[in-house]
């Protein structure tokens, strides 16, 4: 199970730092992702984080690449996605995800997802 946390309502340019706490299984057996779904659109590949032993080697989306950042902390099982210069086409519902880590920018290679927290920003 997967349950997230942290999102909120802020204003363009602001910040915030989503939560995605895993319970169950061992978090540290998996690579964990971010992805986001605005309204009528579809959803989309935010960032990714491979396994600690592969390196917790990490991936971005384009157009977050320098103001977003995923870390992990297997010892708590969360996963965390920092967000800066937050901008209003950032306004989305941000689920996080477990997976074996293969395609990390595909959803599909995801088997565990959470409910999701909802992002705001405001112009």
């Known amino acids: 199970k997967l349950v997230e946390s942290g999102g909120a309502l802020v204003q363009d340019g602001g910040s915030l730092r989503l939560s995605c706490v895993a319970s169950g299984r061992p978090f540290n057996r998996y690579a964990a992702g971010w992805f986001r779904q605005a309204p009528g659109k579809e959803r989309e590949f935010v960032a990714a984080?491979?396994?600690?032993?592969?390196?917790?080697?990490?991936y971005y989306a384009d157009d977050v690449q320098g103001r977003f950042s995923i870390s992990r902390d297997d010892a708590a099982n969360t996963v965390f996605l920092q967000m800066d210069s937050l901008k209003p086409e950032d306004t989305a519902i941000y689920s996080c995800?477990?997976?074996?880590?293969?395609?990390?920018?595909?959803?599909?290679?995801?088997?565990?997802w959470g409910q999701g927290t909802q992002v705001t920003v405001s112009s």
């Open positions: 995800a477990a997976g074996p880590g293969v395609r990390f920018r595909v959803a599909r290679e995801y088997n565990f």
């Open positions: 984080i491979s396994r600690v032993v592969a390196g917790s080697t990490t």
